[in-house]
């Protein structure tokens, strides 16, 4: 996660799954959720 922001304008990301929030804040804050619960991305 730390290394997304070198290809990243800030916390400029604009998610377009409406369940997750705007920004590579939303992004990683909902991929510590999935983690949580077991879902993991590779």
Known sequence: MERLT???DGD??????PQIANG???L?????AMA???V???
């Open 6 to 8: 070198g290809y990243f």
């Open 12 to 17: 400029n990301y604009v998610q377009h799954n």
């Open 24 to 26: 590579l804040s939303g």
């Open 28 to 32: 990683g804050a909902a991929l510590e």
């Open 36 to 38: 949580a619960n077991g």
């Open 40 to 42: 993991t991305m590779k």
